[in-house]
């Protein structure tokens, strides 16, 4: 996994493109993801205070926002994703719902219980320990409370798998390198989804943090997947 500070340096550095690079270069699916992914969690909880780890620009926290919390803490390393996602929550006139907070996700600045619900998209495989990271959630959801991980996972099936190798490993770091400015950025995005574990194995390390009734269902062919557990 890649070092905490060279991941934080890397987002800082991406940050006044990230919303523009991840709608284009998922052509809008990304949005559709969270909605699901928010509609799954409410399958399961009506959470009245929910938890955005790695909330980056706050595109997940704002999605939540359809469950009806009273509240939505969203916490990232970056600080300069934090302040993309402060000014949007802004516009949208939202910053009483959502409070944004700069924290290390092993590192949880709350006490034990806290949270009904824990998400993250996009961010576990960019902890620097992803098992330490799921733990801390673990401990700041209540009893009886859910956890959902939105991640990147790789299509089983010819030819789908091959057109998204084929994007992922030479479309996307091209555009990303285009209009990031950052070469490293969008070479380790592919890099770093290939290294991260998935399906049985990711699930193994969720239910190992404490979670029981751990899932994962399948988006765009297994492009992606979104895992809920409960405590
Ligand atoms: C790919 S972005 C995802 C942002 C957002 N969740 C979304 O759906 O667009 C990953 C985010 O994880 C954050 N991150 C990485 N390691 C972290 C850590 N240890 N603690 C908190 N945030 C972290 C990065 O700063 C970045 O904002």
Redesign the pocket.
Known sequence: MAR?ED??SM?DSIAWR?DFL?HFLSIGT?YAW?RKAVREMGRMISPGNIL??????C??AIASLKLNPQKVTG????QR?LEEGRKKVFRKGLSERIELIL????ELPFGDNHFDAAM????VR???NPAV?IAEMYRVIREDGVVMI?EFSHPGRFPFSAVYRFYFHYVLPFFGRLFSKDPAAYDYLPESVSSFPEGEEFMEIIGNAGFKDVKRRLLTGGVASIYTGRK
């Open positions: 905490k991941v934080r987002f990230y991840n990304d969270r955005d780890v790695a909330t980056g620009t595109d997940l916490v990232d390393i970056s994703m924290g290390d996700s092993e993250v998209a996009f961010g960019n902890f620097e990271g939105l």
